[in-house]
Structures are given as structure tokens and as C-alpha cells.
């Protein structure tokens, strides 16, 4: 049986809550519920459960690091100026979380998994966009560009099943990797 996974980091409902208030305004949006806010570190994309397995045991031995805290910052899109395809929420930068993503990606790599060769941009998706009008998607961004939320505890990473359906995909946590906090390093 083939599983659809990604690592990230979950959100804390305050946060998300804050997130649920930038959406609306843009027609045909489809916006993420509050339960599926997360930031990702790394996309897996479809394994078989026995690198599955593996990828849950190398992120369990990874060395661990100390817990931190993000901010996020400012709003975007993916896809071009004329198709835009998502919205998100932007995370300002931070050398805690680039130091984070280095460790998953060394302990996928550890599980036998290819590397990723996309640059990290770490952001929150808030929204899927399908042919929606683009003026609207302009003021979106517009008058959401200064939102700030903030500070995020990231204490933990998890491994996370996605199911994806034709109204979204939902998003399971499968395990959770423990960050060791400020002084006991």
C-alpha cells in the first residue's frame, strides 16, 4: 500500500485562527481549513509503507535540536502573475528553521529518499486558486500584505499522511519528533 506523505510543522490554533482571517475575498478560492494549516519542511510525495517505516525511524535518530520560535510574515502567491494557483502566508527568515529543514533533509536522505532539489520557501498555504479572477487575487494581496502573526513555537516536527479527495486534502500526523527545550540540549 502506497502512502502520500510530507514532514512539517503543525500550528498552534491562535495561529491558525489568524491565518482563517486572511481568507475570503477571492472567488473561486478553496480555502484550507483550520485543521490543515501547517508549514512544510519537506514533501515525500507517494512511498510503499516499508520506506515509510524507514523514513519514521532515520527522523527518530535524528540528532534533535533546540526548540525556536517563527514568525510569520507578509502574503504571496504561487503560479504566475496571469494563473496564480495558491495563496500563502510567508515566514520571516530564520536561520533556527533553515537549520531544522537541513536536519530532515539529511534524515530522508539517511531513509534512501532522493533529494529535493527545489529551493525552500517556507510559507503556510492558505488557499488553492482556480480561475479566479485576477484583479482579485491582486487586491488580496494587496490589502493583506502587511499581516504578521507571531511567534510561532516550533517544538516538534511531524510526518504527516495526506488523502487527498476533489474538495481538498485532509491530513493525518503518523508520528511526531520531539525538538529538546532551551537548556537541556
Known sequence: MSLRLFIGLS?????????????????????VSAENLHLTLRFIGAVDEPVAADLDAALSAAPS??????????????????????????????????ALKQRVDAAVARAGLPPD?????PHVTVGRLSGSPI??????????????????P????SLYQSHPSPSG????????????????G
Open 11 to 31: 500550528l498552534p490554533p491562535t495561529i491558525a485562527e489568524r491565518l482563517i482571517g486572511l481568507q475570503g475575498g477571492v472567488p473561486g478560492a478553496r480555502w
Open 65 to 98: 535540536t533546540e526548540a525556536f520560535e517563527v514568525w510569520l510574515e507578509g502574503v504571496g502567491h504561487f503560479g504566475t502573475a496571469r494563473r496564480p494557483n495558491a495563496l500563502w502566508a510567508g515566514v520571516r527568515a530564520s536561520p533556527a528553521l533553515a
Open 117 to 121: 532539489d527545489r529551493r525552500f520557501s
Open 135 to 152: 484583479e482579485r487575487v491582486r487586491r488580496w494581496l494587496e490589502q493583506r500584505g502587511g499581516f504578521l502573526a507571531g511567534p510561532v
Open 154 to 157: 516550533v517544538a516538534e516536527v
Open 169 to 184: 486534502s485532509t491530513y493525518r500526523v503518523l508520528s511526531r519528533y520531539g525538538l529538546t527545550q532551551p537548556g537541556q
